[in-house]
């Protein structure tokens, strides 16, 4: 489960400032002075989830410049960066709704998207000829798609293979960069110094990640055919094993003579009257007995269900 990530309420950024950064020159420490600086830029911040894009853009580039000019670690360093990611969850909201088909909680995807996020602004340089938010988006699914690369296996795969899968991934994007297309396997094996046998291989775990439902139709919704009734296959013995594994127990209980004259009838396959000179017993007195002790199976096979 990733780390809760948090960041200051509207509450607390507005109506109060920073433990011992009342009056400092440079500080940004409450609603007068995060105000000054939007009317600065023309731009109104009574409500960070209200402002509008462009003038976030705006507004995030003025807090990075001020980010960069206080002391790491100072109460107001963290308050600023708290501002900072309030303003940009859209951004984080914006990537999570790419991961949203998978079987991870949204609200673990947006924790760890906010950790991308932290990690942006921590990266940020402003002599960057891009936005904020150009460059955020990647971290951001980045961070997520690592998470689901490390946490999303469906079924138990060995770590060699899941680390395996990380290096494909990642050696697969900066090949694709430069060839402007997707590598393949023998380009893969070439970069990595791997046989294309150990590339399949790391390939093929990677579908581990994520599971098909068997009743999701291969078609159109109307038209469809859900995959298992593809992949299903009627096995015709099923009943007479089923039928076999209920009979045992209640054969155990019968006489020793019975059960004789039934592995005889139905396992080697002996007549009535066959079983009769191998038990010493009249042909008719056998068909009696069979006929008995199958009513008396049939019998307790339909009480025990």
Do not use: C
């Not at 509008?52 to 410049?65: E, H, K, M, N, Y």
């Not at 094996?189 to 599971?211: I, K």
């Amino acid at each position: 489960m990733p780390a809760t990530v948090t960041s200051p309420t509207p509450a607390a950024r507005f109506d109060q400032a920073p433990p011992g950064e009342r009056g400092a020159p440079s500080a940004i420490t409450g609603a007068e002075e995060l105000a000054a600086l939007a009317t600065g830029l023309g731009i109104r911040a009574d409500d960070l989830a209200e402002v509008s894009p462009a003038d976030a853009r705006d507004l995030s580039r003025a807090l990075l410049a001020r980010l960069r000019a206080v002391g790491e670690g100072t109460a107001e360093y963290s308050y600023v960066r708290g501002t900072l990611v309030e303003l940009n969850m859209t951004l984080v909201n914006l990537a999570v709704s790419r991961f949203r088909h998978r079987a991870e909680p949204v609200e673990d995807l947006v924790q760890v998207g906010t950790i991308g996020l932290l990690r942006a602004i921590d990266r940020f340089d402003l002599s960057y000829q891009v936005e904020f938010s150009t460059f955020a988006i990647p971290t951001i699914t980045g961070e997520i798609k690592r998470f689901l690369r490390e946490t999303g296996w469906m079924v138990h795969v060995p770590r060699r293979l899941q680390d395996l899968r990380l290096t494909l991934a990642k050696t697969s994007d900066e090949l694709a960069q430069l060839l402007d297309r997707a590598p393949t396997a023998a380009e893969l094996a070439d970069r990595l110094g791997l046989t294309e046998a150990e590339v399949t291989e790391g390939l093929t775990a990677s579908r581990a990640q994520s599971a098909r439902s068997l009743d999701l139709p291969t078609g159109t919704a109307d038209s469809g055919q859900p995959v298992a009734d593809q992949l299903a296959v009627e096995e015709p013995a099923f009943e007479t094993v089923l039928d076999l594994h209920t009979l045992k127990p209640l054969i155990a209980l019968l006489p020793e003579r019975e059960r004789r004259i039934l592995s005889l009838r139905f396992g080697a396959e002996l007549t009535q009257a066959e079983i009769g000179r191998e038990l010493g017993l009249s042909q008719m007195h056998v068909s009696r007995l069979l006929n008995r002790t199958l009513a008396g199976l049939r019998t307790a096979l339909l009480a025990d269900q």
